[in-house]
């Protein structure tokens, strides 16, 4: 082979950086992708496009190889007495539908009362090699392929959920991760990629008194199959290839809802959720003698919903009533703060030096946060919006109330 077609063969099987967004939060789970904002000296354009999404859902959006996948849980008619868990398949470019295919139909009556932060399609999907895994809560879990074919369908790990469901699915290994943190299960669970069979589940075990939690699992370490789960009172260390408890770390916290987030090779942040949110840094691994696993922890705005980002080596803290904190990641010392206006829920993203802040109104806001805070450009969405962004292929895209946006990424 010559060295030009070895050039071009690389080119066509390697996933160039900030070409998908396969899972919450993006390819790595860290909110980063290649790239610049839209918005430019203090002006936003307005959307290249726009196409309504049925129903209601915060999933995400995830992006692969030019398939947008949303999904979303549609009520039939104004009555509402029965409900369609749908995926749907757009084209990344254009939003055009590619196709739409409903995995489940329950009965109004058989579902919970949701929070009113909640949907009852709040779970963001993950693109895979084998297809598109996608999870509604105690309702249910299913691969569906790359046209909108069911492959398998896997329903009942848990039937008691709080507040609807909420945390994402994980794939590790050939191995799909479930939080299962309701009244009646508090586990993680582990189904197989190729079947939707279980494989193993391991209990939490942390005696809490209030057992629901929504934290989405964070692949651990580089590529070594294990995972970090937070839940009401515990963060457990786990080998995804087995259900083996590496480790686990008590605190006090209940309805945890931000990922844990590894800042370093050897550091992990989490907030314990409700009743008063603290921000715990936990050091990763084998402890030295004498060494604690908690390395510091902050109790004044820590965040109850959106999940940190790493921004120039700081991170990057933003509380649901929208105070940012940039921070010391080693040793969790303030190095700024600002306020930006109105509540978060979805988390923050970056794309080269920026960082983009959606409100829970749909005020979306750029900004550089590296020695100081710095406003670039900011942009109304005049509707609802709790899902976080997504950047893939050159395009922005941010899920509102009622539909989906997409602007064109500047080139860096």
């Known amino acids: 082979m010559t060295p030009a077609c070895s050039l071009i063969l690389g080119l066509l099987t390697t996933v160039l950086p900030g070409a998908d967004w396969p899972e919450f939060r993006g390819a790595g789970a860290n909110g980063i992708a290649q790239g610049r904002f839209p918005g430019q000296d203090g002006s936003f354009p307005p959307p290249d496009w726009t196409v309504p999404v049925p129903g209601q859902g915060w999933s995400s959006p995830v992006v692969r190889d030019g398939l947008l996948v949303l999904t979303a849980a ?23 539908p590619r196709f739409r295919v409903t995995v489940f139909e329950r009965p109004a009556d058989s579902l919970p009362k949701i929070h009113s932060k909640n949907s009852h399609a709040s779970p963001t999907p993950v693109l895979t090699n084998r297809g598109i895994v996608v999870h509604f809560g105690h309702v249910g879990t299913a691969l569906v392929d790359f046209q909108g074919k069911v492959l398998w369908r896997t329903e009942g790990l848990y039937s008691k959920p709080v507040h609807g469901g909420g945390a994402s699915p994980v794939v590790v290994g050939g191995k799909v991760l479930i939080p299962c943190d309701g009244l009646d299960l508090q586990a993680l ?83 314990t959720g409700y009743d008063k949110p603290k921000l715990l840094c936990v050091r990763l691994g084998e402890l030295k003698p004498g060494q604690e696993r908690l390395a510091w922890s902050i109790e004044k705005n820590a965040p109850l919903t959106p999940t940190p980002l790493m921004v120039d080596g700081r991170l990057l803290v933003l509380a649901d009533n929208g105070v940012l904190s940039a921070l010391e990641p080693e040793t969790g010392k303030q190095l700024w703060q600002e306020r930006l206006q109105g509540a978060y829920s979805a988390s923050p993203i970056l794309a080269g030096k920026q960082v983009l802040t959606v409100s829970e109104t749909g005020k979306m806001t750029i900004f550089t946060a590296a020695d100081k805070f710095s406003r670039v450009a900011s942009f109304e ?15 922005l895209y941010i899920r509102g109330e009622k539909g989906l946006s997409a602007w064109k990424m500047r080139a860096d």
């Open 381 to 395: 969405l005049k509707e609802r919006s709790l899902a976080s962004p997504a950047l893939a292929g050159g395009w």
């Open 189 to 271: 669970v582990a189904l197989d990629l190729e079947t939707g069979k279980e494989s193993w589940r391991l209990d939490r075990k942390a005696g809490a008194s209030k057992t629901f939690s929504f934290a989405t699992p964070c692949p651990n370490g580089k590529n070594n199959g294990l995972v970090l789960s937070a839940a009401s009172d515990i963060l457990q260390q786990v080998d995804a290839s087995t259900g083996k408890e590496i480790w686990r770390f008590p605190y006090t916290g209940y309805s945890v809802v931000p990922r844990p987030f590894q800042v370093t090779e050897d550091l992990v942040v989490l907030s």
């Open 74 to 96: 549609v009520p039939d008619g104004e009555s509402a007495k029965l409900w369609s868990f749908v995926v749907l398949g757009l084209d990344a470019a254009n939003g055009k």
